[in-house]
Nanobody, 123 residues
Framework: VQLVESGGGLVQAGGSLRLSCAAS????????MGWFRQAPGKEREFVAA????????YYADSVKDRFTISRDVAKNVVGLYMNSLKPEDTAVYYC?????????????????WGQGTQVTVSS
């Protein structure tokens, strides 16, 4: 299973970015998928996830109403749309595959990870 993130970069506070995660075939269709982030000196934290059915989505309180997770089964891609970005959103963002069909906010429940993409929000 391969997961490759893209779309990170430098943006001013209040701006938007769209992250993409290209996955191996059937990964997006058959598993819950999630996004996590890790800022310097901090633990990796849950950001958002989508269940295998693509209908149910979940967000950390810190990003709710600002971020949107989506998936495209045909293209095997999971996206993370980030709006109203804040300096505290600065981190390396990781895409991950959950072990099962239903989401978890626990990183230990994810078995495959991408290499990460850097998001930097300037004030």
């Amino acid at each position: 299973v391969q997961l490759v993130e893209s779309g990170g970069g430098l943006v001013q506070a209040g701006g938007s970015l769209r992250l993409s995660c290209a996955a191996s075939a059937r990964t997006v269709r058959d598993y819950a998928m999630g996004w996590f982030r890790q800022a310097p000196g901090k633990e990796r934290e849950f950001v958002a996830a989508v269940n295998w059915n693509g209908v149910n989505t979940y967000y950390a309180d810190s990003v709710k109403d600002r971020f949107t997770i989506s998936r495209d089964v045909a293209k095997n891609v999971v996206g993370l749309y980030m709006n109203s970005l804040k300096p505290e959103d600065t981190a390396v963002y990781y895409c991950a595959r959950c072990r099962g069909n239903y989401y978890s906010d626990d990183a230990r429940e994810y078995d495959y990870w991408g290499q990460g993409t850097q998001v930097t929000v300037s004030s």
